[in-house]
């Protein structure tokens, strides 16, 4: 097992990333190469930024991994914003997935506050 497999944000941005590829299967199908690819691509862009992240050599280079991260999680709340202002998404799929990405933008912040005092 990896380092960043362990990691609870990792995790969570996994199960993020599931939920979005779910909530993006209703999105009409001439969206699939726009909203749909750009939501898709931004939440797996989250985990794999914490992976790619943690095999760099200092914590300032995890924590710049980090902050890309968490530039990508926004994406996905701007996305989802516009998903669900033209009606390709529910309220309850729109709120369970800003719900989340509020909590995996703490733990973000917090794993990244984390490195910086151990420098």
């Not at 969570?12 to 939920?19: F, G, L, V």
């Not at 709340?77 to 309850?92: E, G, H, L, P």
């Not at 990405?101 to 973000?108: G, K, Y």
């Amino acid at each position: 097992m990896f380092g960043f497999e362990q990691l609870d944000v990792w995790q969570k941005s996994i199960e993020y990333a599931d939920d979005v590829y779910r909530v993006t299967r209703a999105f009409p199908a001439d969206e699939r190469f726009g909203l749909t690819n750009q939501l898709r691509r931004a939440s797996v862009s989250v985990s794999s930024n914490i992976a790619e992240g943690s095999g760099r050599g200092s914590n300032p280079d995890f924590s710049r991994f980090l902050e890309i991260a968490y530039g990508s999680l926004m994406e996905t709340v701007s996305q989802s914003t516009v998903a669900k202002r033209q009606q390709f998404c529910n309220d309850d799929d729109f709120q369970k997935l800003y719900g989340e990405a509020e909590r995996i933008a703490r733990m973000l912040s917090g794993l990244r506050n984390s490195l910086g005092s151990r420098r």
